[in-house]
Every structure is written in structure tokens, then in C-alpha cells.
């Protein structure tokens, strides 16, 4: 089975400072990634997906990049922060296709001051 | 496009009482739907999900939910709540389309307060 790791939990970091939070899944070959946002209050934005290696689409312009250097690999970047980037980020996983929907990471708690 | 329709951002019942949290989406072709649980500060859980199979699902912690076509929904229920099914749900819509990229569209998600 799948297993997704997700780090760091929480995050504090200053406006203006770079991000990179980083996702790895364990347990399957070329699956397809994605990161989410949960702002306080709302639902979960879809960020970007990857169905392969250097393979990134974005779903929402913003100050937010992508990157999937390895197979299992995905990585949310940003080079300068803004205050509207706080929130829960989730990275999730589908290694068969929507039906078998996804597995969650843990998430971070990012907060930008 | 796919779309997902949350009634009541927040719910409350008490202890033994019945769950119900409605799910109304949208789709152009025939839907894959999911329920998933959050607890505070952590990821999303499965809990079913239905895949053009039997219209009654059945999940973990006792919840079901059933899909109705014919009214767009794919309503949740639970005969009694527990006090431990206190937390944040969500309903997604997925369709796999031609670029099988598999993305969920989620709803805005119900919180659920279960009451002693």
C-alpha cells in the first residue's frame, strides 16, 4: 500500500522568505501528485498535479511553484512569500486512477508573519 | 466541469442521534464520489467511496452514503453518532476524463459537532 510523507508539520516563516516543502510517497511506481491549500474556513484548493517526472500543471496562477524531480518526489516552492500563502498544505497521491481516490500526507501548518 | 455542493458548512447533534451531511454535485460524465474525514490538524481520511457499483456504499466508522442520480446527491449518513466522529468532512467529485489525471474537486467541507 501507499504511504505519503509530508514535511515539516508547522511552519513559521517571515514575509518576503522562501518556501519549500517536500513530499515523498513510498509503496508505488509513477504516481500521480498533487498539492493542496486549506485556507482557515474553506474548502481544499487544488495547487498543482503531476502525472509524471518534470510533468507539473498548475491549477491557480499565484506566487506558488512545483517541481517533481524524482519519480516519488513533489515540491511546493515559493522565492518570496506572501501573507496570503498561510495555510494547510496537503499533498496527496493516486496510484490507480481517481477510482481508488487518493491518499493524504499529513500536512503543513504553514504561517507567514 | 465537476463540482461539489456542501449543504451546511456546520452541523450539530447529539450523542446517539443520527448523522446526515449532504453532498450535491455536478458532472458532466458519470461521477466517481468520495467521502473523506479530517481531524484537527491532520490529513484526510477515506471513508467510501462510490464507483458505479452498488448505489449504497459502506464505509469505516459505520458511515454509509447513497447515490442518487436522479437527485445529484451522495448524501452521508451515520445511525448514531459517536462522540468521536466529531470533525471536518468532505464530499469530492472526480471524473477521470480523457487525460486521466485524476483530480478530486472537493466541496467547502462540513464540520460536525457532536454533542454529549
Redo the contacts between chains.
Keep these: 500500500s501507499q504511504t505519503i510523507h509530508?514535511w515539516p508539520a508547522t511552519l513559521v516563516q517571515p514575509v518576503g522568505s522562501p518556501l519549500s516543502l517536500e513530499c515523498t510517497v513510498e509503496g508505488t511506481s509513477n504516481p500521480?501528485l498533487?498539492w493542496?491549500r486549506q485556507a482557515a474556513g474553506?474548502?481544499?484548493q487544488?495547487l498543482f498535479?503531476s502525472?509524471g517526472i518534470g510533468q507539473i500543471?498548475s491549477e491557480v496562477p499565484q506566487n506558488l511553484s512545483a517541481s517533481r524531480p524524482q519519480d516519488r518526489q513533489f515540491i511546493l516552492s515559493s522565492k518570496k512569500l506572501l501573507l496570503s500563502d498561510s495555510g494547510?498544505y496537503?499533498c496527496?497521491t493516486?496510484a490507480q486512477?481517481?477510482?481508488?481516490?487518493?491518499?493524504?500526507?499529513?500536512?503543513t501548518?504553514l504561517t507567514v508573519v | 466541469a465537476q463540482s461539489v455542493t456542501q449543504l451546511g458548512s456546520h452541523v450539530s447533534v447529539s450523542e446517539g442521534a443520527l448523522v446526515l451531511l449532504r453532498c450535491n454535485y455536478s458532472s458532466s460524465v458519470p461521477p466517481?464520489l468520495?467521502w473523506?474525514v479530517q481531524y484537527p490538524?491532520?490529513?484526510?481520511?477515506?471513508l467510501l467511496?462510490y464507483?458505479s457499483a452498488a448505489t449504497l456504499v459502506k464505509g469505516i466508522n459505520g458511515f454509509e452514503a447513497e447515490f442518487k442520480k436522479s437527485e445529484t446527491s451522495f448524501h452521508l449518513t451515520k445511525p448514531s453518532a459517536h462522540m468521536s466522529d466529531a470533525a471536518e468532512y468532505?464530499c469530492?467529485v472526480?471524473?477521470?476524463g480523457s487525460?486521466?489525471?485524476?483530480?478530486?474537486?472537493?466541496?467547502?467541507?462540513t464540520t460536525l459537532q457532536v454533542k454529549p
Design positions: 509530508q500521480n498533487y493542496y474553506r474548502g481544499l487544488l498535479y502525472v500543471s494547510f496537503l496527496a493516486t486512477g481517481a477510482i481508488y481516490g487518493y491518499t493524504f500526507g499529513s500536512g501548518r | 466517481y468520495f473523506y490538524n491532520q490529513g484526510l481520511q477515506l467511496k464507483t468532505f469530492a472526480s471524473a477521470l487525460s486521466n489525471t485524476g483530480k478530486l474537486i472537493f466541496g467547502q467541507g
